[in-house]
Every structure is written in C-alpha cells, then in structure tokens.
C-alpha cells in the first residue's frame, strides 16, 4: 500500500474534535449554552455526539422561540377592590396560570376592620406592582355617579354620587368637579406611597356609571375610562341563590372571545358562595385550553399609547393625555 494512501486511511480512522464556540456544544454562540440551561434543555453539549448536540440545540432554540411568541388571543382581567378576603387567592391563581390583570383600587373597607389602601394591604400591592400588573383608580370612596348637576348657565360643575362601600349604609351626596378629580388622584398618591411606581392613567366608575360630562372632568385632570365586555361581566357581585358559581362559569366559557374585558372583585360583601378562586381557576384553565392568554390593560390597543408612559415611570402626575385616545 503507497505510503500516502495508508496516511489517509489512518487519519480518517482518528476521531476529530467537533468544531466548539464559546459555549458548550457545537457553533454555539457564547452566552446561548447559558440561555439553554435556563431552558431546561438537559445536561451540557459535549463533543462526542455531534448529532445528538445539534437536535438538543434546535430544539432549545425552537423551545425559546415559542416561549417569546406572544399570544394573539388575548382576554384583559380586571378587579376593582373588594373586601380582600380573596385576594391573596386571587393572586395565586394569577400566579399560577403566569397571569397579569390590571386593579382598580378604591379605599373600601375590609374583612379584617381595616381598609383595602392602608398599611396592612400595602405590601400586598406592592407585590402585585412588582409582578407587572396594571393599576387604575376606582375614586377614593367608591362614588356612584347618579346625576349631572348643571349651574345657572346649563354647565356641569357638580355630580350627585351614592358612596357605596361595605356594608355601610350607603350616602347620596353632591361633589364638585374638582372633588371628584380629587378623588382619583388621592388614589394615585396613595398608590405611589405604597408601591414606589405611578398609578397608570386609567380609572373605572363604580358600577360603570358615568355621563359624558363625568368623563370629560376625569380626562382633564388625566384619567381614561375603562369599562369591561357585556360577555366579560362575570357576575361574581350577583346573588348565590339565583346565580351560582356553576351557572357563572358556564356562561363565561360560553361567550367569552379574545379581546374581551373581564371584570371581577376582590371580595364581595353579599355573595354568600364565594366566587374566587371557585370560578376563577376553572374559567382561567378554560379560557387557557381555548388557545386564550391573560394580558394586562397597557398591552391592549386602546390603552397602551395612554399607559405607555407611566409603564416607563412617568405616571400622569395629573397632567391631561391624549384626547385621541378613545374612552369606554
């Protein structure tokens, strides 16, 4: 056998080391084997299996690309505050599905004789603003609008409101446009307190009641309003007796479609069966196993040019915002 031939023969019998970037495993960029680890894609790449290290590769790399693919059926939970005696069941459940909702706080008062904005719930709060939920104002004492008030001139400078909260006997008063404006802010700093982040531009009327002239005073002093879907109402404030947490669900799983807003409480005073996390967990899995996700308000199209900004850190501070944007 010539010389050169039994030197070819030879070196194709040697084993070859496997061409190896900076990470663990073949072509591997640096920094990508760290990304795979956090993947669970397994034990480190060697060199010796070559093949088995390029499918293990694909397949972390096609496991991080569903991981970032966002969902494009997306539903908008929301809870105004309640009693708070489900809330911490409220924040596993979202937890637990890697949920966001957005929160729209009023200082109502709670189970435990206290209220929803003091010191014992502010590290409540706080922790939900660390998870990356969103958060309007619900006014300072749960103000039902009942009635526009125009002055001698036909302009709307007062607003007759029910204060509704507890089982406190309710108040039919009169606020000035200026109070009312005062009561959403009052939120906004005692939010700010509590959390070290600012109130995004966004408030809900309670019970949803609000005229335009209502809207246009919230909108001057910074704040747009949120309301929820008809198919999104999901009647956890309705009596047990006549509408049970089995017939709630039901209907919600029914008529619920992407892009719908969902609302909800933190506890409600007179539901004697309690809807969450009863209903909660198993609409969530529902919605979920129909190819739906749980996104907070500044990922909705309507919202996020307002709630854009406080996302960055700037907050309202009170100022006006777009008057393009669209109310509900």
């Known amino acids: 056998m010539e010389p050169l031939v039994q030197s070819r023969r030879a070196e194709r019998g040697r084993a070859r080391p496997v061409p190896r970037g900076d990470g663990d495993g073949p072509g591997i960029e640096p920094g990508q084997h760290r990304q795979m680890g956090r993947l669970g894609s397994g034990p480190a790449l060697g060199p010796k299996s070559p093949i088995k290290s390029v499918f293990a590769l694909v ?18 939970l929301t809870f105004d505050t309640g009693h708070m005696g489900v809330a911490p069941l409220i924040a596993e459940t979202l937890k637990k599905f890697d949920a966001k909702a957005t929160f729209f706080l009023a200082n109502e008062p709670t189970l435990t004789g206290g209220m929803t904005l003091d010191a014992t719930w502010a590290p409540w709060w706080k922790e939900r603003a660390a998870e990356g939920n969103d958060f309007g104002a619900h006014t300072w004492n749960h103000d039902i609008w009942l009635e526009d008030i125009p002055d001698a001139e036909g302009k709307v400078t007062r607003f007759k409101v029910r204060t509704v909260a507890g089982m406190n006997e309710p108040v039919v008063h009169e606020v000035t446009a200026e109070e009312y404006c005062d009561s959403l802010k009052k939120v906004g700093a005692r939010f700010l307190e509590m959390t070290g982040r600012p109130l995004d531009p966004i408030f809900r009327a309670p019970a949803g009641r609000a005229s335009k002239a209502l809207l246009a005073v919230a909108q001057r002093c910074g704040f747009h309003h949120v309301g929820w879907n008809a198919a999104g109402f999901l009647g956890d404030e309705l009596p047990s007796d006549k509408y049970p947490n089995a017939q709630l669900l039901d209907k919600a799983l029914k008529n619920i479609k992407p892009g719908d807003i969902l609302l909800a409480h933190l506890g409600i005073w007179s539901r004697q069966d309690a809807w969450a996390p009863a209903v909660l967990e198993p609409l969530m899995q529902g919605l979920k196993e ?3 996700c749980f996104a907070p308000l500044h990922e909705n199209p309507r919202y996020a040019p307002l709630m854009s900004p406080s996302r960055m850190g700037g907050g309202n501070g009170g100022k006006p915002v777009a008057k393009s944007a669209r109310q509900r």
């Open 290 to 292: 129909r190819g739906m």
């Open 59 to 76: 397949a972390a790399l096609a496991s991080a690309c569903a991981l970032a693919q966002p969902c494009d059926k997306p539903v908008y």
